[in-house]
C-alpha cells in the first residue's frame, strides 16, 4: 500500500539546521513532483517546498534562502534540509505530492526553541 513516512525532526536551538527525509513507498516516485508541508499548531497545513522530476525546485517565501529540497529516485526519498531556523519553524513536517494527492504519513516534529 501508499506509505510516506517522514524523519528526521527533533529539537534544535534557533539557528540550527535540520534534515528530513521522506521515503514513499507503494508508489511510483520517479515520475511525480513531490513536496514538503508543515502545520503548526492551531494553524491549517502549509506549502512549504516542492521539486520536479527534473530537478525544479520551487520554496515558500518564507523558505527561500533558509531551505534546500532534493530527491533521490533510486532511494524514493525526498530531503529538506533546513538552516537558521527560527521559531516559527516549529511544525509538523509532512511530504506529499501537490495538492496532497497521496495519504497523509505521520508527519515528523521540529520544534525550534531555546
Known amino acids: 500500500q501508499v506509505q510516506l513516512v517522514e524523519s528526521g525532526g527533533g529539537l534544535v536551538q534557533p539557528g540550527g539546521s535540520l534534515r528530513l527525509s521522506c521515503v514513499a513507498s507503494g508508489v511510483l516516485f520517479r515520475p511525480y513532483t513531490m513536496a514538503w508541508y508543515r502545520q503548526a499548531p492551531g494553524k491549517q497545513r502549509e506549502f512549504v517546498a516542492s521539486?520536479?522530476?527534473?530537478?525544479?525546485?520551487n520554496l515558500a517565501d518564507s523558505a527561500k534562502s533558509r531551505f534546500t529540497i532534493s530527491r533521490d529516485d533510486v532511494r524514493n526519498t525526498v530531503y529538506l534540509q533546513m538552516n537558521s531556523l527560527k521559531p516559527e519553524d516549529t511544525a509538523v513536517y509532512y511530504c506529499n505530492r501537490p495538492y496532497g494527492m497521496l495519504p497523509w504519513g505521520q508527519g515528523t516534529q521540529v520544534t525550534v526553541s531555546s
Open positions: 521539486i520536479s522530476s527534473t530537478g525544479y525546485t
